[in-house]
């Protein structure tokens, strides 16, 4: 079976596919190159090796160990092919969470340390490698080294957001978070104009834990709602949030040319902007946390040819690019149901873990595109001016077809990254990049 | 809490099934080959939830063991509430056809093993008189087909032994069990190449842990094989001698 990523973009298969079943296990001697391959969220073509050998790793999904260290924090081991929605079955029941959450909870341990994921607490928090605590990196001259930010230090920080090529990560060591109930407290503003959004969104990260707006991107003002949250505390008051597990839909068939064109987008932005919303409401966390997961293989509604992701980030002081950036995806009449827009800017104890980490301190805007070949060209064309003007970059784990030239001008340390490759690792995306 | 012994611990359908026990805060005792894996499986569990975990390495085919381990399985568990017997191997049939000494090795991993184990633990659930004893049959087991006949054979014994264990133990209040899967997307499957009809080990150990709870007889999994099973048992031998299954 050949393996996609998430964009579901067309691509030649890998020569075969070995699925790992245990944490000691040697690596494969083989022909070609080796890639890490997690459950396959990535959109673009960094989790793909076509021609080369994927390494499956959701068949090494056991835990190792779980202890509290204080109250407020936990360490859980676990192999590297874990998913963080099996550790939020488990342990959120009993009180814990991650401490940074992408957007979808169907990723693996190993790949949310690859991509170094952020999620809305990114201002608070900082990425995901900032709470890991160590992990084992597997080489294919079959060493093994423990990883931390004491011990083998350069390697963790090319590993964390290092795109699974400087060796497979075997097993992890994250920290937990303790949370008083699996409910949050949510608060939706809308707003009109990025200056409504920016006074909004300063004066909610020093208030909220969780910050993020969703964007009419084909509005011809932009406007958008911004959604606050912040866990409910352990004061025992909280209700149990009800109806968590609510039974996922699934696209059940890829539809053979795509039910989102323009005219649909723009009715659902519209609908979805002026749904009626409750100013404040306490919501169950999956549902806040992963909107998307509540419709299972979504991204199968893109259609046969799949669709591109495009997020980038601009640093502080760069905002006005994001203004460009709106009007030059409203004047295209491209964009997405998926638009959204949110500041990272971590304290200083959470700086960046990882050489290639996407995380600067600025705005992150992340938008979806159905593919319309030269249409859609021209609009990634100027985006990528806009970016590049503004000194921002795009985020590897959700592209698939950047110009080198934008990459190296994004990734200062990539040279010092690249010496920590692996010689026999390699990615679509890394040889799109590199060579 | 139940107390478990689990035979064949690191076959993917036991350790499936084993996380879904671990997670009601069963206590199990697991036995295999692979001390490194049970090992690892067994941190994983308590990680689960699991009251306690203890382990034994052992060769199934290794009889002499048996005793010790069984010992060991008492004295860690007390009393057993489930005993599960889920290891064997998928013997590659062309290679039985061209050896006996690879059919008799086929047939004392999947039958005689099997057979020498829950006649021990039979014994110990009709002295007790609770507990029940489950163990993973084949739906191969139903009737001898050309592409797997030795598999099948070693299966089908079991399921005649299992029937006469339930008989017997219908007298005390112990249940004995066969579970039937289908073909089941495994590392022993590996190499087949899948259809619709397969399924995942954790599909298969939901349909185990409910079983036994339900103290039922015998269970295919997933259900509609017990329908195809029921045509391929009644097609008459002058027809089936035409197919190739």
Known sequence: MALNSWGLRPNAPAAQEIVRRDRQAELPQVEGTLLPFGNGRSYGDSCLNSGGTLLLTRGCDRFIDFAPIDETRARLVCDAGVLLAEIIELFLPRGWFLPVTPGTRFVTVGGAIANDVHGKNHHRAGSFGNHVRRFELLRSDGSRRICS????????????????????????????????????????????????????????????????AWIDCLARRPRGIFMAGDHVGGDGTAEPAASQARRALKAPFTPPFSPLNALTLRAFNTAYYHRPLPARARSP??????????????????????????????????????????????????????????????????????????????????????????????????????????????YPAKDARMPRSLFRAGYAKVEEFARFVDPKFSSNFWRRVID | MQKILVIGATSAIAEATCRRWAARGDALFLVARDAARLEAIAADLSVRGAAAVGSFAMDATDFAAHAAMFA??????????????????????????????????????????????????????????????????????????????????????????????????????????????????????????????????????????????????QVYLPGFWRFIMLVIRHIPQAIFKKTSL
């Not at chain 1, 097993?171 to 990025?194: H, K, M, P, Q, Y």
């Not at chain 1, 760069?318 to 827009?341: R, Y």
């Not at chain 2, 264990?165 to 590996?190: C, E, N, Y």
């Open chain 1, 149 to 212: 930010a004491t011990e083998n230090a350069n390697w963790f920080a090319a590993t964390v957001g290092g795109l699974g090529l400087t060796g497979l990560i075997t097993w992890a060591e994250i920290e937990l978070r303790r949370v008083g109930s699996d409910a949050l407290d949510v608060s939706n503003t809308r707003f009109e104009g990025l200056d409504e959004f920016w006074a909004i969104n300063a004066a909610a990260e020093a208030q909220h834990e969780y910050a993020v």
């Open chain 2, 72 to 217: 060991a399985a008492q004295a860690a568990l007390g009393r057993i509430d489930v005993a599960l017997i889920a290891h064997g191997t998928l013997p590659e049939q062309k290679a039985c056809e061209a050896s006996v000494e690879e059919t008799l090795a086929a047939i004392e991993v999947n039958g005689t093993s099997v057979i020498a184990l829950a006649t021990r633990i039979g014994a110990q659930l009709e002295a007790q008189n609770s507990g029940v004893l489950a163990v993973i049959g084949s739906v191969a087991g139903d009737r001898g087909r050309a592409s797997n006949y030795v598999y099948g054979a070693a299966k089908g014994m079991v399921d005649i032994f299992m029937q006469g264990m339930r008989h017997r133990l219908a007298k005390s209040g112990a249940q004995a069990l066969i579970i039937k899967p289908g073909f089941v997307d495994t590392p022993m499957t590996a190499s087949f190449s899948k259809g619709a009809l397969w399924a995942k080990p954790d599909d298969i150990a939901r349909g185990i842990v409910k079983a036994v709870d339900q103290r039922r007889d």
């Open chain 1, 285 to 394: 966390l999956l549902p806040y946390f992963y909107p998307l997961d509540g419709i299972l293989e979504w991204n199968r509604l893109y259609g046969r040819r799949g669709f591109y992701q495009y997020q980038c980030v601009v640093p502080k002081g760069a905002e006005a690019a994001i203004d460009e950036m709106l009007a030059a995806i409203s004047t295209s009449g491209q964009g997405s149901l998926l638009a959204v827009l949110k500041t990272f800017g971590a304290p200083e104890a959470h700086t960046p873990p990882g050489l290639l980490s996407f995380p600067l301190a600025g705005a992150t805007l992340a938008l979806d595109f159905p593919d319309r070949d030269e249409e859609t060209e021209a609009l990634f064309a100027r985006l990528d001016a806009i970016v590049a003007a503004a000194g921002g970059r795009l």
